[in-house]
Each structure stands twice: as structure tokens, then as C-alpha cells.
RNA sequence: CGGGGCGUAGCGCAGCCUGGUAGCGCGCCUGCUUUGGGAGCAGGAUGCCGGAGGUUCGAAUCCUCUCGCCCCGACCA
């Protein structure tokens, strides 16, 4: 591709609004282009690199036994009333009404559409296993879409579907699509780990989160520093504190702590460590108590979901000011166990606390010598928060979890039967009786993944593609003019390097060198040829390799072989 | 949805407090020179100052409303 045709709009400067350096780079690169909050127009080089992205991911799932298929992007909401998930995805699924008053969903994902599918068509265990994927535009109408293309509202996902007859056959499906997922982000290029996850809204029965290893990733992943366990840190399983609370409580003993709300504070002001207090927060719920307490130590934050989860609720969020004031007869910040009119709910940390502090609920008064053997008997005890750094590993002895952030970029779901079941998705098994089938679901991000590639992949120049995925894998810059000996010679170079099979870029723009060159190392074309007058004159090239900034002068006629060298150098220095 | 901030040329920003000719850098156009790391000189174009209403002789500037965008939080793949 001749640069002096192609539309690439590079930027020396990236908009104000650009906050992550994927999202700075894909702007300045001439990638991406914002249409509105969450919404991006991909330009032709962002396309390059979606499409290596999507060609790697449907080699491996074809590869992967994995058929695809295109759905609509938009779907009728008797689907979704059907699943149930019409009243239970809120306001992410964006509605549509269509001229007849029909309602109708923009695809935040597609469980209900291919259930459908399959369910029309599948009638025997002899057309198991199935698995059906796609690479579709969704839509969800996130509340805060922000990093560009990294958490946008409309996305590309490639979106995968199995069908099996039978728990194991299941569970095959599911090793296959974790082996096709680890083949992906490996030949992508990527520093990756598979984590244990939870299943959110698509729900199910367990999941794996691939997660690109960066800073600036949302997510936070726990992995155990003696064995292989990882885990989200909403997911991680933490075991209760082996020693609980026996020794000989104190009495019980009001302190004055006048304005002192927060856990730190109050800490400080009594000049003891956070770990020894008692956080107590007012949840309000869509359950029948309507207002819950949960209880956690001072360094330890609640997990929403597992808290959820534990009491049951939808939906659960922090309870207004006037609520906590209404329930505890105090002004919050000084909420405490004892004797709180509503159900308590205790992280099992609590358990181990000994002569712990809490709220007294009373304005200006904490409460010492606080034990719940003792002094709060009535709360039940969970695994309500999130791990946190030195947490004991719940599958081996003696580890510790350590945490680091990442970006998820898949996410594998064995389903079961919730989907089957409440759309009648069912086969006749070999004794002929109707069985619902064995779903999972299985998602890339696809303009995810490529963002989450540059933000492993950056220097203070620009972007350092991996070659899988580079929008092309080599430039030839030309320091010539038009139609001089320099541009004809490099013009030869660079015909040749495509007919080699090298998805070749050729700056044949009229520009000065230095445009040229920082152009390059914007873009982060995996190799440089760079063709100059003095070069010419002794008939070599330079070869430039954008990793590592190390340049060589080669024989012209080598160039091919050169480049050649250099990329799978780089491939190979990737992998493990 | 709560808190904070920003909308002025394609991009980055100043001007607003204290009302009176709309500016700077980059980019863009023309010409000449230049050509191995974002050139120099000369000339040039570009603005409903996000929108609506108000105050005022006069509004980018003050007031009200509104729309959009960004950040933090809650939420989420």
C-alpha cells in the first residue's frame, strides 16, 4: 500500500479527552476517530488491525471445530422477555421501538438468538456437539464508556455457542474453547493470563477472564505466589480466618472520637491499626428486608457481588444518608453492630476480630472491646469482600495472593442449561426423552484485545505492534523524491517485499525525512527499510527494527531475507 | 445517577475574573529555498466563542436554562 494514497490522518498532538495511552496512540495513529461517547469510526489502518485480529480468532475457532455464523444486531424483545433477561438487563440493553410500536433490543450479546437458531433446527443428540460463533457489532449502553475503544458502548465481539448433549461432552467444549482462547492471545502476541471469574449477568456455572497483564487494566486479578491459582479479585474464594475470636474479650467501652468518621481517621485518632476495626455499612436491597448491614474489617472492602449474592438481592446499592441516619439514629460514620434494628451480615474476617472498634450509633462515639461472640451473635457470617494482597490462596497451603491488574479481553462461560431451558432448547437423547441442551458461551473483545495490545505494546515514539497484528508488517520509507533514483530504487524494494508475501507499507509521500521517520514509529510498523541517497550509493538499505531501535545496514538484495529475519525473531521472542 | 471540570479555527490552548477590533502554537493553502528524525522565509484561508433566552448602548466574557464531552464514584464484558 503506497502511503501517498492512503488516508492515515497522524496527529502530533492527541485530543484532550484521549486518558489512556492505547486510546492517545489509536487517535494519533490515525486508527480511530470518536463519533460520539463510546462510539468510534474505525479508519483504514484501525480496519488492518481488527481484521488480523479477527482472522487469528477465526482460524483457531475453525480450527476449534467452531462454525460461524452472522445474527442480526437487532432483536426482538419477545426473545428476551422470553430468557427473562428483558426485565433483569436494565438499562445497558438499549431499546428501540420500530414504527409499529414493536419493541425491539440493540444485541448486547446474542445467548437468545442463537438459542433460538438452534432450537429450531437441533432435535437429536446426533447433531451434538454444536458450536456456532460470530464476529458482531454490539451495543451496551454502559454508564460510563470511557479509555476509547477499550469501553466503548458499541463494540466488535467475536461471540461463540456450544451445544452439548451431556455434562462431559460440556466440559470438552469448554477445555477446547480455553485451548483455542490461550492459541489466540498467544499468537497475538500477548502477555496474558486465564483467571477464575465470576458470570455476571450472562450467568452460568463457572468462567474463565483472559486478562492482558497492564496497569492500566480496570481489573484486578489475584494469583497465588506458590501455586497456579488465579482469580478475579471479585471472585477469589476466601477462606474464613483460621483462628476465630476465642481469647478473653474486654468490657465493652465508649470512646469520644468527635468528627471522626472514616476508618482511617478514627484510626489514627485512637491510634490503632485498621485491621482492628469493624466497617459498618447500610446496604439498601431489592429484597424483602429492603436494608441490610454488612459488616467488614477496616482494611477490607465489601464485594457487591458476592454480597449479593449471599443475601439473595438483584440489586443492591449503599444506602442514602438519611436512610443510615433513619436506622442507626446517627449521622453516618458512626454506625456500628450493636444493636442495629436490621439483619447483619459479617464478612468472616469479623469473626477473627478480638476487642475490635465500631460505631456506636451516636454521633461523635465509636465503641472498643467490640467482639461478635459476644456483643453481636445475631449477624450471619460470609464471604462478602474482595481479596486483598497477603490474603491466603484458597487452593494450596501456605500461598499468598498478590495482585496485579489486567485487562479483560475474553471471557468463557459454561452456561448449563438456563438458557435451554427457559427458551426450550431441548434434544431427544439416545433413550429418546427430551433433554435441555448444555450451553456455554465464549467472547473476545475484539477491538479490545488490539487496544490492550498497545498498551503492552508502547514506547515514548508511538506503538511497538506485535507482528500478528502490526497493520503492516513492514514499511519502506523512501527519502527520495518523485520519481528520482532513490523513490524508483525503493519502489523496487518495495514491490518486491509484497510479492514475497510481506504485508508491505511504502511512504512514498512527498515529505521530509523526519515526518517520515516519526510517522513510522507512531504507527509502529514492526520493521523500517529505509531507502536513502547514501545508502543507495553503496547499493544497501537500512533496516530498522521499531522494538528495540537497532539499525543495520543491509546488501539491497537482501533485504527480503533481512526482513524476513527480523519478524520471526520478534514472533519468537514472544512466546514463552 | 451523585461529585468535579471543560465546550473559543482541523488539533492543543489563551482571552472570561474586571463586558468594548477574537488571539497564540501546530496543522492547512500558495510561492521560493530545503530534504537522514515533525524545516526556513514570504504570503494566505479558516470561527454562529456548543445552543436558547436574559441583563446591557454593547456579551466569548455577567445571569438562567439547555445540549455535548471528559474525569472521580457507583455499575459493567
Redo the contacts with the bound molecule.
Keep these: 500500500m503506497k502511503l501517498s494514497r492512503y488516508h492515515l ?12 495511552i492505547s ?1 492517545k496512540l489509536m487517535i ?1 495513529a490515525g486508527m480511530i476517530r ?1 463519533l ?4 468510534y469510526s474505525l479508519l483504514p489502518l484501525g480496519v488492518k488491525v481488527v481484521r488480523k485480529v479477527e482472522n487469528i480468532i477465526r482460524e483457531e475457532m475453525n480450527r476449534a471445530h467452531a462454525m460461524e455464523v452472522f445474527l442480526p444486531s437487532i432483536q426482538p424483545a419477545e426473545l428476551w422477555k422470553e430468557s427473562g433477561r428483558w426485565d433483569f438487563y ?1 438499562k ?1 440493553l438499549l431499546r428501540i421501538t420500530d414504527r409499529h410500536g414493536r419493541e425491539f433490543c440493540y444485541g ?2 446474542h445467548e437468545e438468538v442463537i438459542t433460538d437458531i438452534v432450537r429450531r433446527d437441533v432435535r437429536s443428540y446426533r447433531d451434538l456437539p454444536l458450536n456456532l460463533y460470530q464476529i458482531q457489532t ?1 451495543f ?1 449502553d ?6 476509547g475503544v ?4 458499541e ?1 466488535s ?1 467475536k461471540d461463540a455457542y456450544s451445544f452439548d448433549a451431556d455434562d462431559e461432552s460440556a466440559n470438552r467444549s469448554y477445555i477446547d474453547m480455553k485451548k483455542a482462547y490461550n492459541a489466540i492471545f498467544t499468537r497475538m502476541g500477548l502477555n496474558f493470563r486465564a483467571v477464575e ?6 450467568g452460568g456455572s463457572f468462567s474463565h ?1 483472559f486478562m492482558v497483564l497492564a496497569n492500566s487494566g ?2 484486578t486479578i489475584a494469583h497465588c505466589d506458590k501455586c497456579d491459582y488465579a482469580a478475579n479479585v ?1 471472585r477469589v474464594e476466601l477462606l474464613p480466618p483460621k483462628e476465630i475470636s476465642d481469647g478473653t474479650p474486654l468490657p465493652v467501652e465508649k470512646v469520644e472520637t468527635p468528627g471522626k468518621k472514616a476508618v482511617e481517621d478514627v484510626a489514627e485518632f485512637l491510634k490503632l491499626p485498621a485491621s482492628q476495626f469493624i466497617k459498618t455499612l447500610i446496604f439498601k436491597t431489592d429484597t424483602e428486608q429492603e436494608f441490610v448491614a454488612v459488616l467488614t474489617r477496616g482494611d477490607h ?1 465489601v464485594n ?2 458476592k454480597l ?1 449474592r449471599t443475601i439473595g438481592a438483584n ?4 444506602a442514602s444518608d438519611e436512610d443510615v441516619e433513619k436506622i442507626t439514629n446517627a449521622p453516618t460514620g458512626f454506625a456500628g453492630p450493636i444493636g442495629l434494628p436490621i439483619p447483619i451480615v459479617a464478612d468472616n474476617a469479623v469473626a477473627g476480630i478480638k476487642n475490635g472498634v465500631t460505631g456506636a450509633n451516636k454521633k461523635d462515639t465509636h465503641i472498643k472491646n467490640v467482639n461478635m461472640a459476644r456483643d453481636f451473635k445475631n449477624a450471619t457470617l460470609a464471604d462478602i469482600r474482595n481479596a486483598i494482597e497477603g490474603d491466603a490462596c484458597p487452593r494450596c497451603d501456605g500461598g499468598k495472593l498478590t495482585m496485579r491488574k489486567g485487562i ?1 479481553v475474553g ?1 468463557i462461560f459454561k452456561l448449563g442449561t438456563k438458557y435451554s431451558e427457559s427458551m426450550n432448547a431441548t434434544f431427544l437423547n439416545k433413550e429418546g426423552k427430551s433433554r435441555p441442551m448444555i450451553m456455554g458461551c465464549y ?1 473476545i ?1 475484539v477491538g ?1 484485545s488490539a487496544a490492550a495490545a498497545i498498551e503492552q505494546n508502547n514506547d515514548e ?2 506503538i511497538v505492534w506485535p507482528p500478528a497484528i502490526a497493520p503492516f508488517e513492514v514499511i519502506v520509507i523512501s ?3 518523485a520519481c528520482d533514483e532513490v523513490e524508483k530504487a525503493a519502489d523496487g524494494i518495495y514491490k518486491a517485499l509484497q510479492d514475497s508475501g510481506l504485508d508491505t507499507a511504502f511512504d512514498d509521500r ?13 504507527i509502529g510498523y514492526p520493521v ?1 527499510v ?7 550509493a553503496e547499493g544497501v ?2 533496516i ?1 527494527t521499531r522494538k528495540t ?1 537497532e ?1 543495520k545496514n543491509v546488501p539491497m538484495e537482501n533485504t527480503i531475507v533481512a526482513v524476513t529475519g527480523i519478524l520471526e525473531e520478534l514472533i519468537k521472542a514472544k512466546k514463552p
Excluded at 454502559?142 to 479509555?147: A, K, L, Q, S, T
Excluded at 477499550?150 to 458502548?153: A, F, I, K, N, Y
Excluded at 440489586?315 to 449503599?318: F, M, Q, S, V, Y
Design positions: 490522518p497522524t496527529l502530533k498532538e492527541a485530543p484532550a479527552e484521549a486518558e489512556v486510546h494519533r470518536k460520539a461517547s463510546g462510539i436494565g445497558e448486547p450479546t454490539k451496551r454502559e454508564i460510563r464508556p470511557r479509555f477499550m469501553r466503548g458502548r463494540f465481539m471469574a465470576d458470570t455476571g449477568q450472562i477472564e480496570e481489573d471479585e472492602e457487591e457481588i449479593s440489586e443492591i446499592a449503599l479483560e471471557h467472547g473483545g479490545r515514539n508511538g527519502l527520495g523524491k512527498n515529505e521530509r525525512p523526519g515526518m517520515k521517520f516519526n510517522d513510522a514509529d507512531l523500517q529505509i531507502i536513502g541517497k547514501r545508502g543507495l538499505v537500512e530498522k531501535g539499525k
